[in-house]
């Protein structure tokens, strides 16, 4: 299906990558695999109740899609210097299929089927714009919208920006009078934001604080189930889990208690999950940020997300508390002075030698706890709800450019939902598995007894 677009062209012109971008190449490994291959990509569905006009969502989706500049750019990268070129918009895809006839209490299962089954497939970095559209129906007025956007050119952030978007604009094509949405700066502008912005009194503040804290510092990586010199092939398994209600509640009325974050606390259990497997007392594991420091830019479309180095010495922590004390510690010092990774990085050259090693990798920390800004609210014909609350692994998901990632999701609910990626050259499962439960353990004994000595 293909409509006309609304907004013209611009010309075709080259800006510099993000500092995010040129984090990516540090695993560039050509088209086939890495961040720069058609599997790295992200993808969020989302319940649309009410009835659909799937001309005019294609219209919505194009219009939407058009406007931003990063799912329109294409990336140059090799020897010279790296850049993206910004292309004339082009027609999303949108690819519409129907379900099979479910009783409502199935449907969640079938929406979490479809997006396993999109989050498998590929999707070429080199056809823009990198927005494409699955809508998946169950009836006329149940369906399951996902889109699908390619890492290189966004966010968690900016799906919730490209779904708050697309849906008011459908239902301003429909005749409604909804409000206009805020104007989103090009994401080009925050490339050359962080360029200008490299050399300010704050960045070189920061880029001291980063060379003293990182000092004789190693980035942690946990021994693999299996050599990179095995040279076997890869694939990435998702392994999903769920906290218990009761532990998800205890945890998060803890860190509340403890003038804590919930990434805090839960950072502070994968601390003592990774003393135990390394026998370090000096951690310094990569956390994953969202990387939107700067308001001007909370509308942009793009990759923000940054690569934080955060060190946490637990030498003499004979409590849950103490650790959780020195976690916070660390986090607050380390977001008052963040900086792009490559920025960080450049002031400790050897950060991340271990991570080099055949036998090691770095597993990954993040956190969702972005407000999600579709939660069954009706714009105009539609309401519209995520896809929330997976419970179900399955064997290949989107790329992990290399070694694991670990996510925590914080439903609007209270209960946490956990999903460990991780490259299947380099881990197995039950090892996965075992970590998952030893992290669960700790949280839930760190949590109910935070005084008592840890086992």
Request: proline share 5%.
């Amino acid at each position: 299906m293909t409509t006309s677009l609304s907004t013209s062209a611009p010309p075709t012109t080259h800006h510099p990558l993000s500092f995010t971008q040129q984090f990516l190449r540090l695993f560039d490994q050509g088209d086939g695999q890495g961040p720069f291959s058609a599997r790295y990509n992200i993808v969020v569905g989302w319940r649309v109740r009410g009835r659909l006009d799937v001309e005019t969502l294609h219209r919505a989706i194009n219009e939407v899609a058009a406007k931003h500049d990063s799912l329109n750019a294409t990336i140059t990268r090799g020897d010279g210097v790296a850049h993206q070129t910004i292309q004339p918009p082009s027609p999303a895809r949108l690819l519409v299929v129907d379900l099979p006839r479910a009783a409502q209490e199935y449907r969640g299962r079938k929406a979490e089927e479809l997006l396993t089954e999109i989050e498998s497939g590929s999707y070429s970095l080199q056809e823009l714009p990198h927005l494409r559209a699955v809508l998946g129906r169950f009836d006329d007025e149940d369906a399951v919208l996902a889109l699908i956007v390619h890492h290189t050119a966004g966010d968690g952030w900016s799906m919730q920006l490209l779904i708050r978007d697309i849906v008011t604009c459908y239902a301003r094509l429909r005749g409604h009078d909804v409000p206009e949405q805020p104007v989103a700066r090009p994401y080009h502008e925050y490339a050359a934001w962080q360029q200008e912005n490299a050399g300010s009194k704050a960045a070189v503040a920061a880029r001291g604080y980063w060379r003293e804290k990182l000092r004789g510092a190693r980035m942690l990586s946990v021994r693999t189930d299996h050599a990179r010199s095995e040279g076997l092939g890869k694939v990435c398994p998702v392994y999903r889990f769920t906290l218990t209600k009761e532990l998800s509640e205890e945890a998060l009325a803890f860190a509340k208690r403890n003038r804590s974050s919930p990434f805090m606390v839960l950072l502070a259990a994968y601390n003592v999950l990774l003393q135990r497997l390394t026998g370090a007392t000096d951690l310094v594991v990569p956390a994953i940020t969202s990387g939107r420091g700067q308001p001007e830019f909370h509308e942009t479309v793009g990759p923000f997300f940054n690569f934080l180095p955060l060190r946490t010495d637990l030498t003499g922590c004979e409590t849950f508390r103490q650790v959780v004390d020195r976690t916070r510690g660390t986090c607050v010092e380390a977001y008052a002075r963040e900086i792009p990774f490559l920025q960080i990085a450049a002031e400790s050259p050897e950060l991340m030698a271990e991570a080099a090693l055949d036998d090691r990798a770095l597993c990954a920390l993040q956190v969702w706890q972005f407000a999600t800004v579709m939660e069954g609210e009706r714009i105009g014909d539609l309401a519209v709800e995520e896809v929330r609350g997976r419970l179900f692994s399955q064997p290949n998901g989107t790329d992990i450019p290399d070694g694991a990632l670990l996510t925590f999701d914080i439903d609007p609910s209270g209960e946490i939902y956990g999903n460990f990626a991780y490259n299947s050259n380099l881990f197995t499962e039950s090892s996965i598995m075992s970590m998952v439960a030893e992290l669960s353990g700790i949280l839930r004994y760190g949590v109910a007894a935070p005084d008592s000595p840890m086992e």
